[in-house]
Nanobody, 122 residues
Framework: QLVESGGGLVQVGGSLRLSCAASGAEFGWNARSWFRQAPGKEREFVAGINLRSNSAKYSGPVEGRFTISRDNVKRTVYLQMNSLKPEDTAVYYC?????????????????WGQGTQVTVSS
């Protein structure tokens, strides 16, 4: 089970850190990612991390502003979001998969959290 936290309301240019904690059996999960879904839009890939190699991948709109990281002891993956823009407003979801490859396809990810709302006000 994946549980996201850390969402909230922030002004343009501000920062937030999202957390994705894994509970229960996590054996075999080798990659974790963040997706987001804005109202009226499809869910899109934001960032992902290979939990074996620690290599990360980002979507174009967030590269340079967002950073994904992990804490293996806490079984938690973080998304540090800086220089937030109104277009970053969305529900952010955490996902896991067995393979180590980070992909941007929703269907490639097996387990999903319930989401956390991020709202950036101008």
């Amino acid at each position: 089970q994946l549980v996201e936290s850390g969402g909230g309301l922030v002004q343009v240019g501000g920062s937030l850190r999202l957390s994705c904690a894994a509970s229960g059996a996590e054996f075999g999960w080798n990659a974790r990612s963040w997706f987001r879904q804005a109202p009226g839009k499809e869910r899109e890939f934001v960032a992902g991390i290979n939990l074996r190699s620690n290599s990360a991948k980002y979507s174009g709109p967030v590269e340079g502003r967002f950073t994904i990281s992990r804490d293996n002891v806490k079984r938690t993956v973080y998304l540090q979001m800086n220089s937030l823009k109104p277009e970053d407003t969305a529900v952010y979801y955490c996902a896991s998969r067995l393979a180590t490859t980070v992909t941007s396809r929703n269907d490639d990810w097996t387990a999903w959290g319930q989401g956390t709302q991020v709202t950036v006000s101008s």
